[in-house]
């Protein structure tokens, strides 16, 4: 999941190729923002022509006067005059307030009633089309009375839906989990793919960790290439997971974990229950059960293992990988495959059970959190779509249950203790910063993972029983800006390619959350 070094390079650029006396030539020319993508492991440039909404509305300003075609403007003068434009065109109501953007600097909210709104998110077009935007958004629409009207919904409320809806508002952790789940957008719905690397690693053959990646890259390529046979796609949304990469030994320590544990503290009362969260293409669950079947067959005997996938398609995978062996069809009466959300589950389970989550945290969704700097005050986000699919984000201090009870729950548990986020520090010197010129009067974001939490308390209610086995990343590169913030990539060519905000319409970006 790891994405290549890249950086990011913003060139401005006149299309029409002029530096002087054209700066005023014709209102029907417009400058064009470029962003200039160098990859550092392959030193391949591909550069993308973007239109900037900011240049646009500037030049809609210059232009609406009569074009002077005795002026001669020298490049420096075109920058003076960039500059004034951008503060003549500065809103200075009342209503306006600057609101904290580290993932998206130089933006302004506006706040009414308590409501602030932050600046436009575009839609991330198809990259198939060659035409992804890259928009400024110094001058956000005013969206407030649409926010007033627009119903508010859950991802729950949306799983029939076979597209996005338009003109309603919903917490950003709706946004996400109906960008990962919904069954007929989301992107583990419709656009993952898992690689497999055909046969397992000979690890003692390979020397360093350098050769290991040569072999991955390989076998990556002999992958997609095997599927580009089948079917052409360069935006296809391929990944990896530790238990397909260092398959079966992964699933051989699981289980060999699951074993020794259940020999100790519940054979021979009860049998092995093992539940797995989101089981991918199959592939842990059957080298857990050649495991045990191989090593302990008095335990296999009494072993029974259910999955619990959100995922149609990948559920239908699994089922297949059960049969498609002689070997793995050996395991079919030991498995249940159950298709539904871990968030829907209703049948308590009093058996001890153990419960594998194996790189399932991350993503799950967050909500987005932003303090005041003068009342540390907690404001929640929420994601407007408006009539045209465009999304906006507002911050709102009337927090839904589920997050003020996480920043209850949270204050508590870490009573004396320090934690990262956004008030740490001497609370001076926050409200010195915040009182600098174009100071923004909200923090930087972040997100808190409540439903991780969600989660924790299905286990309690549902399987009291339970011990919970799990594993996932401590850390992700390429983040987009905040504390606790998730890693936001699209794959585009073979190449994974970050994305800044979370609010992308595009769902073959994947949100990816760290904890």
């Not at 130089?106 to 198939?128: A, D, L, M, W, Y």
């Not at 926010?147 to 003109?167: D, G, H, I, S």
């Amino acid at each position: 999941m790891k994405s290549c070094e890249h950086e990011v390079i913003f060139e401005y650029q006149d299309v029409r190729g002029v530096a002087g006396a054209s700066w005023c030539a014709t209102a029907k020319a417009s400058p064009r923002l470029q962003i200039v993508h160098t990859f550092s492991n392959t030193g391949t440039i591909a550069t993308v022509p973007m239109d900037s909404l900011m240049i646009n509305q500037i030049f809609r300003q210059l232009f609406a006067h009569r074009p002077c075609t005795a002026c001669a403007h020298t490049v420096k003068s075109q920058r003076r005059l960039v500059g004034s434009a951008c503060r003549r065109q500065s809103p200075s109501s009342s209503k306006l307030t600057t609101s904290a953007h580290t993932a998206w600097p130089h933006k302004q909210g506006f706040s009414t009633n308590g409501i602030i709104q932050e600046p436009p998110r575009r839609k991330e077009t198809s990259v198939s089309e060659s035409s992804w935007q890259q928009r400024t958004d110094h001058f956000p629409l005013d969206k407030v009375e649409d926010y007033k009207k627009y119903p508010m919904v859950t991802a729950n409320q949306l799983r029939t839906r076979k597209e996005r809806p338009r003109r309603v508002k919903m917490l950003m952790r709706d946004f996400i989990e109906d960008s990962l789940y919904n069954p007929s957008y989301g992107y583990f719905s419709r656009q993952a793919v898992i690689f497999t690397p055909g046969e397992p690693f000979d690890f003692t053959k390979l020397p360093d960790e350098a050769a290991f990646h040569a072999e991955l890259g390989t076998r990556y390529t002999e992958f997609e290439d095997k599927l580009d046979e089948k079917e052409y796609d360069e935006t296809r949304q391929l990944w990896h997971t530790p238990t397909e990469l260092f398959r079966p030994y992964y699933g051989e320590a699981i289980a060999r974990h699951l074993v020794s544990n259940y020999k100790l503290s519940l054979y021979p009362y009860h049998d092995l229950l093992i539940y797995e969260m989101g089981a991918g293409n199959g592939t842990l669950m059957l080298n857990i059960l050649d495991y045990i079947r191989d090593a302990d067959p008095e335990v296999y005997a009494r072993t029974k293992f259910r999955v619990i996938e959100v995922s149609t398609a990948l559920a239908s995978l699994q089922t297949q990988q059960l049969q498609r062996t002689i070997a793995s069809r050996g395991h079919a009466d030991k498995v249940t495959i159950i298709n539904k959300s871990i968030f829907d589950w209703d049948t308590y389970i009093s058996s001890p059970v153990f419960f594998l989550a194996m790189e399932v945290f991350d993503n799950f969704a967050h909500d987005l959190i932003r303090y005041d700097h003068q009342t540390e005050q907690p404001l929640q986000g929420v994601v407007l779509i408006d009539a045209e699919g465009e999304f906006y984000e507002f911050d709102t201090p009337e927090l839904d249950p589920v997050a003020a009870r996480f920043l209850r729950v949270r204050q508590a548990a870490c009573a004396g203790r320090p934690f990262d986020y956004p008030l740490r520090g001497a609370r001076a010197l926050r409200k010195l910063k915040s009182k600098l010129p174009f100071a923004y009067n909200l923090s930087q974001p972040e997100y808190i993972p409540t439903r991780l939490m969600n989660f924790f308390d299905v286990l309690r209610e549902y399987f009291p029983n339970h011990k919970l086995v799990t594993s996932d990343f401590h850390a992700l590169p390429d983040a987009v800006e905040g504390i606790n913030s998730p890693v936001v990539q699209t794959r585009y060519k073979r190449r994974m390619v970050p994305v800044r905000t979370p609010l992308v319409s595009d769902t073959r970006s994947v949100i990816v959350s760290v904890h």
